[in-house]
């Protein structure tokens, strides 16, 4: 009973979205299997085929799962917060209210007929200011004022735990810059059509801006030019895996040295941290090719670079013929997604990003009572207490590398819900008329909030997911877990099912998340939270070799006709699956062992069968072509329908489950099994 607030909290939020239906609860079901499918032959197709068939891509999304049935519903119940506070909004000047900051936001990016009439004025002021650049250290000046809103022009820049001194900020500086989704697509004979798109699309986007139609073609071929130098520079996704070769630390002076002719001075001193102690310098060769490039390219170059990406970047905040353009190729060409979301939901998404804990508070306060904490803490006890008995006792690792592991792992805490204190964003100036600069605003607050925090002590309170969230992290720098309250909901968590089910989708997740504290990156950081090295040579060997079979495995894996899932980038998420489905099924086998009268078939299906099934269900996914080749270059994660299965086939436990024998096309030889945690 302790989680029927989220029931309730659907309908009372369905009274105020009287224009569409709220979604139906997008919970574990034997409904949704296609029992006609043999599970020894096809286990996610048996677990999910049902609703594969009756689920299609919407229109408005590029990829459809149970995670995005979540979203979608979770998404509405904020519509319903934000056009509550949008009414009341106007008559309240108190920026110290959530509501009315959120609200006047909300009005902002709603009012079309204002964003209409505004056409581009808005970036009048930074087009000038672009025009007017003499030399490269006015650039830069201009290029350190435009990171505090948009810190990846050209670079990346921003501030964070000191990877190696977790208890102090430090400033970053990493390779960024890229128009296009990963440096694959500037290079890639694969991405050429893609390319060409780009190019079509800047060139547009210029034309409409008021640029004659050589002007902007040039415009656009000299932009991707550009970014086709950052990404040759540019490290792969899965180099940009290895915390200890990203991180490079140097004083200013010694930056300067590396890169001679680029004024860091004028940045700095324009980004508000004239003299940082030192800096976090992720890929030094990428910031050699800046600047090369400050050498071989012509200052019009760099000019037209940040002209182009400003329009590009502020699309979406602009007139609907601007932002029609973006979507067209960042949603359509990109990702298949024929239409857009809704204008109420691309703001909801907008808001989110910029005043996120503004919308958490409202959030909470609507859904997520204190009750909710207690059961989802029991729940994380009782996976911490599996995974804790495993180090101790994991056969492989020496005696030495398992008391750093325990001591890691006590020192291991947890989040859950919501921030105890919730940001203030009172000083944010929000307007209802002035969408661009609410955004801009709010970005720019965040970064001085951040910058102004360098060398200072790390504040182990805060967040870096909003409560509404429908997700969960694990963060290495600060040992802990956390758990936003958007995401215990069905499928994930849901109050009215076994324990069974529970396990195989909110336990599942609770152990990948400890996990990732042990995978191929997580392992390298200490109790501290400090990268360091800690594991004896033979164990550090011990558990490359582990972890190949599952490289090995999820390689194997054909996502689209000769396109493979890269099991080197989704090492670290494939580690944590394992783990998180083989600690959870103990878990559950402690609470079946501890009341036995919840060990009953239900729905035909024994606890363990809806473990697993209920695991499957928890990635059914339907995909657009495009967005899926999208993710096989970027995400770490590997597709759904290869989570679905891959942890499955690794442990016996599934097979006895299913009575599934050698021969059978799910089964996996047990010399090719994966085993580390």
Wanted: charged share 25%; aromatic share 12%.
């Amino acid at each position: 009973m302790k989680f029927r607030f989220l029931l309730v909290a659907v309908c009372a939020a369905a009274t105020l979205v009287a224009d569409e239906a709220m979604p139906k609860v997008p919970r574990f079901s034997v409904e949704n299997m296609d029992k006609s499918v043999d599970p020894a032959t096809d286990f996610y197709r048996f677990a999910t085929g049902t609703w594969l068939k009756n689920n299609p891509v919407p229109a408005d999304k590029s990829r459809w799962a149970g995670f995005d049935e979540l979203q979608d519903r979770n998404w509405k119940l904020i519509r319903g917060l934000l056009e509550t506070t949008a009414k009341d909004a106007p008559k309240s000047s108190n920026r110290s209210d959530p509501a009315t900051q959120v609200g006047n936001f909300y009005l902002s990016a709603t009012d079309t007929n204002r964003l209409e009439k505004l056409g581009f004025k808005p970036l009048d002021k930074e087009l000038k200011r672009i025009a007017a650049i003499k030399d490269l250290k006015q650039l830069f000046r201009l290029l350190g004022e435009e990171h505090l809103s948009n810190p990846g022009l050209i670079f990346g820049s921003g501030v964070s735990p000191d990877a190696k001194n977790s208890s102090i900020y430090a400033f970053d500086l990493s390779q960024a810059g890229l128009g296009l989704p990963d440096r694959d697509y500037y290079m890639a004979d694969g991405f050429a059509p893609q390319r060409e798109a780009y190019r079509a699309f800047l060139t547009r986007l210029m034309k409409l801006l008021g640029d004659p139609d050589d002007v902007a073609a040039k415009e656009a071929a000299t932009t991707l030019a550009f970014e086709t130098e950052l990404a040759k520079a540019s490290k792969t996704r899965v180099e940009l895996r290895d915390p200890n070769a990203n991180y490079n630390k140097f004083s200013v002076l010694e930056l300067e040295q590396r890169t001679p002719g680029l004024p860091w001075g004028a940045y700095f001193k324009a980004l508000g941290v004239a003299n940082p102690p030192y800096i976090i310098v992720g890929q030094t060769n990428f910031f050699g090719t800046v600047a090369e490039l400050a050498k071989t390219r012509p200052l019009d170059d760099w000019k037209t670079y940040l002209r182009v990406h400003l329009v590009k970047d502020s699309a979406p905040f602009l007139h609907a013929a601007a932002d029609r353009e973006h979507f067209a190729f960042y949603g359509t060409t990109l990702r298949g997604q024929p239409e857009q979301e809704p204008r109420w939901q691309r703001a909801a998404k907008v808001i989110d990003g910029s005043l996120g804990e503004a919308l958490g508070k409202l959030y909470v306060d609507r859904y997520f009572p204190p009750a909710a904490k207690a059961r989802m803490a029991e729940l994380i006890g009782n996976l911490r207490s599996v995974f804790r008995d495993r180090l101790g006792k994991v056969e492989w690792m020496s005696a030495p590398t398992r008391a750093l592991a325990l001591q890691k792992f006590d020192r291991f805490t947890q989040k859950i819900g919501h921030p105890d204190t919730f940001r203030d964003y009172s000083k944010v100036k929000i307007h209802a008329d002035d969408y661009f600069g609410n955004a801009r605003r709010a970005a720019e607050f965040e970064s001085r909030r951040e910058l102004a925090r360098i060398g200072r002590p790390v504040d182990r309170t805060e967040w870096e997911m909003t409560p509404q969230t429908v997700n969960a992290y694990f963060s290495p720098a600060k040992n802990e877990i956390v758990f936003p309250a958007g995401i215990l909901q069905p499928p994930f968590f849901d109050a009215d099912m076994d324990d069974a089910v529970n396990y195989g989708a909110i336990g599942v997740v609770i152990g990948h998340e400890i996990t990732h504290g042990y995978d191929d990156q997580g392992r390298q950081y200490d109790a501290e939270g400090n990268l360091h090295d800690w594991w004896t040579e033979a164990d550090a060997k011990e558990f490359k070799g582990r972890a190949q079979k599952l490289v090995d495995q999820y390689n194997g894996y054909e996502a689209l006709p000769g396109q493979h899932v890269n099991g080197q980038l989704t090492l670290g998420e494939n580690i944590a699956d394992l783990g998180g489905t083989s600690i959870a099924y103990e878990a559950l086998q402690r609470a079946l062992a501890k009341d036995p009268s919840k060990r009953k078939v239900i729905d035909g299906y024994t606890p363990e069968q809806r473990f697993y099934l209920s695991l499957a269900q928890l990635w059914r996914t339907n995909w657009r072509e495009a967005e899926l080749r999208r993710r096989l270059v970027v995400d770490p994660h590997s597709p759904g329908q290869f989570r679905a299965i891959g942890p499955h086939v690794n442990v016996p436990e599934f097979y006895e489950a299913f009575g599934i024998h050698e021969g059978s096309p799910m089964w996996r030889p047990p010399e090719l099994r994966a085993k580390i945690w």
